[in-house]
């Protein structure tokens, strides 16, 4: 415990000169608790890295907007993202909170990741303008030996898009969360995307399942993938058996409403 | 670091370390008390700032961070109506909404609450009721079930458009033979703006009343009065225990136990005590070694004597080890992290079933613990009860039909948002003054004076307003930590829990294994009922006793039986209370009650479907009526001598009417159609209910007492000792001295709860103040009037003229004779104290009572259950209550709104686990969820009035009644909408889940 350093860089490139130093601070709702175990901050509200571009067919978002943004922007982000901002926190959380700290400390009971995971999300981070996608970066994010720093998110814009959770109270986190969206490629062709939530560390892309639709699985062996996904996903909330099967039902009613 | 930002419009600039967060700088740096501590993670909301016109945490947002921006406090809007010569703006209408819809309870959100809806009607003139509690929903309150801060918020907006609102006089009438649902109830139930049919808060402000003729001539008792604690309180002034500067004053610390069960083999505090800016560690070695309890309950404390402000053995994670005192708050921290300490782990006991197996440790081995009657630390047993009335066997062996199952209640933590929080210093007699955050003032006094080796008259206790306690503060739990330290630094010291250790280091709901036997014949009479318990009271046993017993007392007392059986019922209660290595329960709102009617509530459901009963015909033939012996009074009296009591009033059955009608249970209980959900099929709808009682106050007992004295303009000063935690106490004791004394209850200055001012009484729990408090200040008032009517009757010649000063009213702030003449109480006042003959008139009450009359209650609940994934919606609750004469419609409302919001908390969500090291699974509101706004079911109150004659104005207790119904109504409705039979609760998805595949 000793006394923090605060930075307010102007510029990105001033920012990574002081990424050795310390962690980029966007909101703080999550860095502020744990200030004493930091060094220094750098607070990145002078950095305009609030912008949404919504596009036909990507929509990027700026590291620093905040989570209530991303809901007050209905027509420019799918409703269903707006959606799991909204269970992602409370309200004056969401004023504050920004969509690159939820990418940074959101765990597997996550909406808001959950969506994003479901919409193909690709990261951007300097130095280098190097775009991964959110799958790979969650998995190494606290790897601290390369400093990076998120200055956007990029996804598609999904066709349709569907979000659904099962709590304990409508505005608890969840216990298990499904997140699907539909890609179409500029051929008309139709993809399934789908990121499963409510365990863990972090949300899981269900790839097998994605896989076997393209394949033409059933509805039924689709969701049969989405049970196996978490088959061992037992914790203190709810046991692995349960998780499994729900996550079948979810995946069962979105696919569903995805088919239309 | 110099900082600048703009504050409520003024420039500001600070020099503040980057490390202190925002809330830190505009509390401590520069006085702004209207934001207030009650997470640290964000969660709460208590410490809402508008951040450049937006609600934001401050306490997850550093200082260094409003560098450059505008932030608005409460203390920015409005102020006192009234400033003398100086005309005042008054308060911002969205304060005075607040007050006058009694959207107050303990006042510690309600600032954080108004600058939320502050930022909305900025924006939306005209918002929508699901606008309003998504704006409010990054505040969360434990008290108010958030009705009426909605109805505060639409009624400011319409008032700020210009359009006029509903006149707030009387509370509606419910009509004493309804039946089905009055004409104007579907009026009365229009959404008000409302885009999302999910939501509903109705118009009126008032609940449903079915008056009490007796109560029609009353002036103020029966009156929705503002809280007369309310204009502060909305204002954000510093009225809470941490709003308190003081040169000099030292933050403390506790050193947590990291392991469930250990000897301390060694501690070494040198380095912590080197540390520059530490004032002083303590562990045990440093303070006499005194057993005592921590359960602020009167004299002789009925419980063991197990615990020690340091001991050299831990007992649960979080355990006390040390105390540190700082210059700083981080100082302090750091201080814990540099004290050594060896531990020699012991075995931990983490499941109650185990506390008394064959070889199980014992957790209590300490050669001076005290024993309290069945107490027996050797076989971990904190208390034990047996109870047998009438011939159980008999009633067995008469039965056609045996019931038997078992079921359990989780632990569970009161969250209330102020933490535990105390502030001591010696005063200039050196005395030592303890400003606390407590229910039990007089209690704190008395049980800390042996552990800190002060006689009891050289300590002050002062309660200023609490932030919520709901029983959690019925516990001298953080006293002695900050007097241990200003005793060994003779300097103020400051001590508050995080929220983290209020989870672990705090008090809960005792957990309990509850197995049910019933006896019941095929016509629906119950011939026996017997209810056996295994409590959990955790590494101590503060409450253990009491609690358990309550369970039995109340939740065990309701059905009696009918015909022969009402006669002479027959009951069985027995329980075991065992020491687990998890954190001590305690007391928590409903006090064991709400333990036993999950089981008793949730047993007669399975009978009533079994027997194909009807669920409400059943109950009511076999509940206990008025006229009739309270079974247990003769049996069990908290560990004292039991006296038998007879049930004076019970308007059980009028609860039920109303209920019915009010939740048009007719129209949907067995009705297919209504229990379908339209192109949903794996949508079920279910309709539940739960018939409960509670107690009023603990008989032969509890004991409040008051004075009053009148003031030269014939205003009157009201002294008590009853703690109001936010219940709104203060102001139905005022009520009940105005109705006495004839004036408005502006009149009644209430100073409560200081030991060196107020008279005593006994601290607020048991559901004891309006009535026991009330009747003390009853007394009181009845001594000035009798000394003013006197008086008055010599003023206005009325001796010479044969005319008795009893026959003189006092009314309308005068003495009338019953010739018309009057004059007023300031003459009156005058005269005593300046003119002739002076003396000061004065009275002192208090009251104590042979009787613990049970409030009844009737609460329905309507669920949507999706079959599919088990997940629960609960749609709406209900209850209709007797609980006597109503003083204040509003504070009495609010108490049901935000007992029934805190007991959905239990039925669906909150549960305290722990790991295998008996580690907490829940250190904060994000994992322990309790009810936001914007996710409230339908709520409903009506009260039906009956007139209990033990008190001067009939009432009876509403505090703790909310607690009792929710939980089995919801799990009811549950089973009516799917079949699933939940014996566990909360009723979470998968419990839901597990119950329908069992029916597979």
Same mark, same amino acid.
């Given at each position: 415990?000793?006394?923090?350093?605060?930075?307010?860089?102007?510029?990105?490139?001033?920012?990574?000169?002081?990424?050795?130093?310390?962690?980029?601070?966007?909101?703080?709702?999550?860095?502020?608790?744990?200030?004493?175990?930091?060094?220094?901050?750098?607070?990145?509200?002078?950095?305009?890295?609030?912008?949404?571009?919504?596009?036909?067919?990507?929509?990027?978002?700026?590291?620093?907007?905040?989570?209530?943004?991303?809901?007050?922007?209905?027509?420019?982000?799918?409703?269903?993202?707006?959606?799991?901002?909204?269970?992602?926190?409370?309200?004056?959380?969401?004023?504050?909170?920004?969509?690159?700290?939820?990418?940074?400390?959101?765990?597997?009971?996550?909406?808001?990741?959950?969506?994003?995971?479901?919409?193909?999300?690709?990261?951007?981070?300097?130095?280098?303008?190097?775009?991964?996608?959110?799958?790979?970066?969650?998995?190494?994010?606290?790897?601290?030996?390369?400093p990076?720093?998120?200055?956007?998110?990029?996804?598609?814009?999904?066709?349709?898009?569907?979000?659904?959770?099962?709590?304990?109270?409508?505005?608890?986190?969840?216990?298990?969360?499904?997140?699907?969206?539909?890609?179409?490629?500029?051929?008309?062709?139709?993809?399934?995307?789908?990121?499963?939530?409510?365990?863990?560390?972090?949300?899981?892309?269900?790839?097998e399942?994605?896989?076997?639709?393209?394949?033409?699985?059933?509805?039924?062996?689709?969701?049969?993938?989405?049970?196996k996904?978490?088959?061992?996903?037992?914790?203190?909330?709810?046991?692995?058996?349960?998780?499994?099967e729900?996550?079948?039902?979810?995946?069962?009613?979105l696919?569903?409403?995805?088919?239309? | 670091?110099?900082?600048?930002?703009?504050?409520?419009?003024?420039?500001i600039?600070?020099?503040?370390?980057?490390?202190?967060?925002?809330?830190?700088? /505009?509390?401590?740096?520069?006085?702004?008390?209207?934001?207030?501590?009650?997470?640290?993670?964000?969660?709460?909301?208590?410490?809402? *700032?508008?951040?450049?016109?937006?609600?934001? #945490?401050?306490?997850?947002?550093?200082?260094?961070?409003?560098?450059?921006?505008?932030?608005?406090?409460?203390?920015?809007?409005?102020?006192?109506?009234?400033?003398?010569?100086?005309?005042?703006?008054?308060?911002?209408?969205?304060?005075?909404?607040?007050?006058?819809?009694?959207?107050?309870?303990?006042?510690?959100?309600?600032?954080?609450?108004?600058?939320?809806?502050?930022?909305?009607?900025?924006?939306?003139?005209?918002?929508?009721?699901a606008?309003?509690?998504?704006?409010?929903?990054?505040?969360?309150?434990?008290?108010?079930?958030?009705?009426?801060?909605?109805?505060?918020?639409?009624?400011?907006?319409? =008032?700020?458009?210009?359009?006029?609102?509903?006149?707030?006089?009387?509370?509606?009438?419910?009509?004493?033979?309804?039946?089905?649902?009055?004409?104007?109830?579907?009026?009365?139930?229009?959404?008000?703006?409302?885009?999302?049919?999910?939501?509903?808060?109705?118009?009126?402000?008032?609940?449903?009343?079915?008056?009490?003729?007796?109560?029609?001539?009353?002036?103020?008792?029966?009156?929705?009065?503002?809280? *007369?604690?309310?204009?502060?309180?909305?204002?954000?002034?510093p009225?809470?225990?941490?709003?308190?500067?003081?040169?000099?004053?030292?933050v403390?610390?506790?050193?947590?136990?990291?392991?469930?069960?250990?000897?301390?083999?060694? =501690?070494?505090?040198?380095?912590?005590?080197?540390?520059?800016?530490?004032?002083?560690?303590?562990?045990?070695?440093?303070?006499?070694?005194?057993?005592?309890?921590?359960?602020?309950?009167?004299?002789?404390?009925?419980?063991?004597?197990?615990?020690?402000?340091?001991?050299n053995?831990?007992?649960?994670? &979080?355990?006390?080890?040390?105390?540190?005192?700082?210059?700083?708050?981080?100082?302090?921290?750091?201080? +814990?992290?540099?004290?050594?300490?060896?531990?020699?782990?012991?075995?931990?006991?983490?499941?109650?079933?185990?506390?008394?197996?064959?070889?199980? *440790?014992?957790?209590?081995?300490?050669?001076?613990?005290?024993?309290?009657?069945?107490?027996?630390?050797?076989?971990?047993?904190?208390?034990?009860?047996?109870?047998?009335?009438?011939?159980?066997?008999?009633?067995?062996s008469?039965?056609?039909?045996?019931?038997?199952?078992?079921?359990?209640?989780?632990?569970?933590?009161?969250?209330?948002?102020?933490?535990?929080?105390?502030?001591?210093?010696?005063?200039?007699?050196d005395?030592?003054?303890?400003?606390?955050? @407590?229910?039990?003032?007089?209690?704190?006094?008395?049980?800390?004076?042996?552990?800190?080796?002060?006689?009891?008259?050289?300590?002050?206790?002062?309660?200023?307003?609490?932030?919520?306690?709901?029983?959690?503060?019925?516990?001298v739990?953080?006293?002695?930590?900050?007097?241990?330290?200003?005793?060994?630094?003779?300097?103020?010291?400051s001590?508050?829990?995080?929220?983290? $250790?209020?989870?672990?280091?705090?008090?809960?709901?005792?957990?309990?294994? =509850?197995?049910?036997?019933?006896?019941?014949?095929?016509?629906?009479?119950?011939?026996?009922?017997?209810?056996? !318990? /295994?409590?959990? @009271?955790?590494?101590?046993?503060?409450?253990?006793? @009491?609690?358990?017993?309550?369970?039995?007392?109340?939740?065990?007392?309701?059905?009696?039986?009918?015909?022969?059986?009402?006669?002479?019922?027959?009951?069985?209660?027995?329980?075991?209370?065992?020491?687990?290595?998890?954190?001590?329960?305690?007391?928590?709102?409903?006090?064991?009650?709400?333990?036993?009617?999950?089981?008793v509530?949730?047993?007669?459901?399975?009978?009533?479907?079994? +027997? #194909?009963?009807?669920?409400?015909?059943?109950?009511?033939?076999?509940?206990?009526?008025?006229?009739?012996?309270?079974?247990?009074?003769?049996?069990?009296?908290?560990?004292?001598?039991?006296?038998?009591?007879?049930?004076?009033?019970?308007?059980?059955?009028?609860?039920?009417?109303?209920?019915?009608?009010?939740?048009?249970?007719?129209a949907?209980?067995?009705?297919?159609?209504?229990?379908?959900?339209?192109?949903?099929?794996?949508l079920?709808?279910?309709?539940?209910?739960?018939?409960?009682?509670?107690?009023?106050?603990?008989?032969?007992?509890?004991?409040?007492g008051?004075?009053?004295?009148? #003031?030269?303009?014939?205003?009157f000063?009201?002294?008590?000792?009853?703690?109001?935690?936010?219940?709104?106490?203060?102001? !139905?004791?005022?009520?009940?001295?105005?109705?006495?004394? &004839?004036?408005?209850?502006?009149?009644?200055?209430?100073?409560?709860?200081?030991?060196?001012?107020?008279?005593?009484?006994?601290?607020?729990?048991?559901?004891?103040?309006?009535?026991?408090?009330?009747?003390?200040?009853?007394?009181?008032?009845?001594?000035?009037?009798?000394?003013?009517?006197?008086?008055?009757?010599?003023?206005?010649?009325?001796?010479?003229?044969?005319?008795?000063?009893?026959?003189?009213?006092?009314?309308?702030?005068?003495?009338?004779?019953?010739?018309?003449?009057?004059?007023?109480?300031?003459?009156?006042?005058?005269?005593? /104290?300046?003119?002739?003959?002076q003396?000061?008139?004065? &009275?002192?009450?208090?009251?104590?009572?042979?009787?613990?009359?049970?409030?009844?209650?009737?609460?329905?609940?309507?669920?949507?259950?999706?079959?599919?994934?088990?997940?629960?919606?609960?749609?709406? /609750?209900?209850?209709?209550?007797?609980?006597?004469?109503?003083?204040?419609?509003?504070?009495?409302?609010?108490?049901?709104?935000?007992?029934?919001?805190?007991a959905?908390?239990?039925? *669906?969500?909150?549960?305290?686990?722990?790991?295998?090291?008996?580690?907490?699974?829940?250190?904060?509101?994000?994992?322990?969820?309790i009810?936001a706004?914007?996710?409230?079911?339908?709520?409903?109150? =009506?009260?039906?009035? @009956?007139?209990?004659?033990?008190?001067?104005?009939?009432?009876?207790?509403?505090? $703790?009644?909310?607690?009792?119904g929710?939980?089995?109504a919801?799990?009811?409705?549950?089973?009516?909408?799917?079949?699933?039979?939940?014996?566990?609760?909360?009723?979470?998805?998968?419990?839901?889940?597990?119950?329908?595949?069992?029916?597979?």
């Amino acid at each position: 415990m000793g006394s923090l350093n605060y930075h307010r860089p102007k510029t990105i490139k001033e920012t990574l000169a002081l990424m050795e130093k310390g962690v980029p601070l966007a909101g703080g709702t999550a860095l502020t608790p744990q200030r004493y175990d930091v060094a220094a901050v750098i607070d990145l509200q002078d950095l305009k890295l609030d912008e949404l571009k919504a596009g036909k067919s990507k929509i990027r978002i700026g590291a620093t907007i905040k989570l209530q943004a991303l809901i007050k922007a209905q027509e420019e982000v799918p409703q269903a993202l707006g959606q799991a901002c909204r269970q992602e926190a409370a309200l004056n959380i969401r004023n504050a909170a920004s969509i690159g700290g939820a990418v940074m400390t959101g765990d597997g009971r996550s909406p808001l990741l959950t969506a994003l995971l479901s919409l193909d999300t690709s990261v951007i981070t300097e130095p280098g303008n190097n775009s991964e996608p959110l799958e790979k970066l969650l998995e190494k994010r606290d790897d601290t030996r390369k400093p990076r720093l998120i200055v956007a998110l990029e996804m598609m814009r999904p066709n349709r898009m569907f979000y659904e959770q099962v709590s304990r109270s409508p505005a608890d986190r969840p216990l298990v969360c499904l997140a699907v969206a539909e890609k179409r490629t500029s051929k008309g062709e139709s993809h399934v995307v789908a990121a499963l939530g409510g365990y863990g560390e972090r949300p899981i892309r269900l790839t097998e399942m994605e896989e076997a639709l393209e394949k033409g699985a059933s509805l039924a062996e689709a969701a049969a993938l989405a049970e196996k996904a978490y088959s061992g996903a037992g914790d203190a909330f709810a046991s692995a058996a349960y998780r499994a099967e729900i996550a079948g039902v979810l995946a069962r009613r979105l696919l569903t409403e995805v088919k239309g | 670091m110099m900082i600048c930002f703009t504050l409520n419009g003024t420039p500001i600039e600070i020099d503040v370390p980057p490390e202190t967060t925002l809330l830190t700088a /505009l509390r401590e740096e520069l006085g702004f008390f209207g934001v207030k501590h009650g997470c640290e993670t964000g969660e709460c909301g208590a410490c809402t *700032v508008l951040f450049d016109g937006e609600p934001v #945490n401050s306490c997850v947002m550093l200082a260094v961070q409003a560098d450059g921006h505008e932030l608005v406090t409460i203390e920015a809007l409005g102020e006192h109506p009234h400033h003398g010569w100086r005309e005042s703006k008054g308060l911002d209408p969205l304060q005075q909404a607040f007050v006058d819809t009694g959207a107050i309870q303990c006042g510690f959100c309600t600032p954080a609450m108004i600058l939320a809806a502050r930022s909305l009607l900025e924006e939306e003139s005209n918002p929508t009721e699901a606008q309003v509690r998504e704006v409010l929903s990054g505040v969360l309150c434990r008290c108010t079930g958030y009705i009426k801060p909605v109805q505060a918020v639409l009624r400011a907006a319409a =008032i700020l458009r210009g359009e006029s609102v509903e006149p707030l006089e009387a509370p509606l009438p419910a009509p004493p033979d309804l039946f089905f649902p009055p004409d104007d109830v579907e009026d009365s139930r229009t959404l008000l703006g409302s885009d999302s049919p999910e939501i509903a808060t109705q118009i009126s402000v008032m609940p449903r009343i079915q008056i009490n003729p007796r109560t029609e001539a009353y002036q103020t008792v029966g009156s929705p009065e503002p809280k *007369v604690d309310a204009i502060k309180l909305v204002m954000g002034k510093p009225a809470f225990t941490a709003d308190i500067e003081m040169r000099g004053m030292l933050v403390a610390k506790v050193l947590r136990s990291p392991v469930a069960h250990a000897r301390i083999k060694r =501690i070494d505090a040198s380095k912590a005590r080197s540390l520059p800016g530490v004032a002083a560690v303590l562990t045990s070695e440093d303070i006499p070694r005194v057993a005592y309890s921590t359960a602020g309950q009167s004299d002789p404390i009925p419980g063991p004597l197990d615990t020690f402000s340091l001991d050299n053995k831990v007992r649960f994670f &979080g355990d006390r080890v040390a105390f540190v005192a700082g210059e700083t708050e981080e100082i302090a921290e750091q201080a +814990l992290h540099l004290i050594e300490v060896e531990y020699e782990p012991l075995p931990a006991i983490l499941d109650s079933a185990e506390a008394q197996a064959e070889g199980a *440790v014992q957790i209590h081995d300490e050669p001076d613990y005290v024993n309290f009657a069945d107490s027996d630390p050797s076989r971990n047993l904190a208390a034990q009860i047996h109870i047998d009335i009438g011939d159980v066997e008999k009633g067995f062996s008469e039965a056609d039909h045996i019931f038997e199952a078992s079921y359990e209640v989780p632990k569970v933590s009161p969250a209330h948002i102020e933490p535990h929080v105390v502030v001591t210093y010696w005063d200039e007699d050196d005395r030592l003054v303890i400003r606390t955050s @407590t229910q039990v003032p007089f209690h704190v006094r008395r049980q800390i004076a042996p552990v800190l080796n002060l006689p009891a008259k050289r300590i002050r206790v002062i309660k200023p307003r609490i932030g919520g306690g709901f029983g959690g503060k019925q516990e001298v739990l953080v006293e002695d930590v900050a007097a241990h330290l200003t005793i060994a630094t003779g300097r103020p010291v400051s001590f508050e829990f995080t929220r983290a $250790e209020e989870f672990y280091g705090a008090r809960t709901r005792h957990p309990m294994r =509850i197995s049910m036997k019933t006896g019941v014949k095929s016509d629906g009479t119950i011939t026996a009922n017997e209810m056996r !318990v /295994l409590s959990d @009271t955790g590494a101590y046993g503060c409450h253990a006793l @009491t609690v358990t017993g309550n369970t039995g007392h109340k939740a065990m007392a309701l059905y009696v039986g009918d015909g022969p059986y009402r006669e002479s019922p027959n009951i069985r209660f027995y329980a075991d209370v065992v020491y687990t290595n998890t954190p001590p329960s305690g007391a928590y709102r409903g006090y064991g009650v709400p333990q036993g009617f999950w089981p008793v509530e949730r047993h007669m459901e399975r009978i009533t479907r079994e +027997l #194909n009963l009807d669920p409400l015909q059943f109950r009511l033939k076999n509940a206990l009526r008025a006229g009739e012996l309270h079974p247990f009074s003769t049996a069990w009296s908290e560990g004292r001598e039991p006296m038998p009591e007879i049930i004076n009033t019970c308007g059980l059955e009028d609860c039920v009417r109303q209920g019915r009608a009010g939740v048009e249970w007719d129209a949907k209980f067995k009705n297919l159609e209504w229990h379908a959900v339209e192109g949903k099929p794996h949508l079920r709808r279910g309709i539940g209910v739960a018939l409960v009682m509670q107690g009023t106050a603990i008989p032969y007992l509890d004991m409040g007492g008051a004075s009053i004295k009148i #003031n030269e303009d014939g205003s009157f000063n009201l002294l008590v000792g009853a703690a109001d935690l936010g219940t709104g106490s203060d102001t !139905v004791l005022a009520q009940q001295a105005a109705e006495v004394l &004839g004036v408005p209850v502006e009149d009644i200055i209430v100073y409560s709860s200081d030991t060196d001012f107020t008279p005593f009484d006994k601290g607020a729990y048991a559901s004891s103040t309006t009535y026991i408090s009330g009747a003390a200040v009853v007394g009181a008032a009845q001594k000035v009037s009798d000394r003013i009517r006197h008086r008055a009757a010599r003023m206005l010649g009325t001796e010479t003229e044969g005319i008795k000063p009893d026959e003189i009213v006092l009314r309308d702030r005068c003495a009338w004779s019953p010739d018309g003449r009057s004059i007023t109480l300031e003459e009156i006042a005058l005269n005593a /104290l300046h003119h002739e003959d002076q003396e000061q008139i004065m &009275g002192v009450g208090s009251f104590v009572s042979p009787v613990a009359p049970p409030p009844f209650a009737a609460q329905f609940a309507e669920v949507t259950v999706d079959v599919e994934t088990g997940q629960v919606i609960v749609d709406r /609750l209900l209850m209709a209550v007797d609980s006597g004469v109503i003083v204040n419609p509003l504070t009495a409302s609010g108490q049901v709104e935000g007992g029934m919001t805190q007991a959905l908390g239990y039925a *669906v969500c909150e549960e305290m686990l722990y790991d295998e090291e008996g580690r907490p699974r829940e250190v904060d509101f994000r994992d322990y969820h309790i009810f936001a706004a914007h996710e409230m079911p339908e709520l409903d109150t =009506i009260f039906v009035e @009956t007139f209990e004659p033990s008190h001067p104005f009939g009432v009876k207790a509403v505090a $703790e009644i909310p607690m009792d119904g929710v939980a089995p109504a919801v799990a009811n409705a549950v089973m009516d909408a799917c079949g699933a039979d939940v014996l566990i609760a909360p009723v979470t998805p998968e419990r839901v889940w597990s119950a329908l595949k069992s029916q597979e």
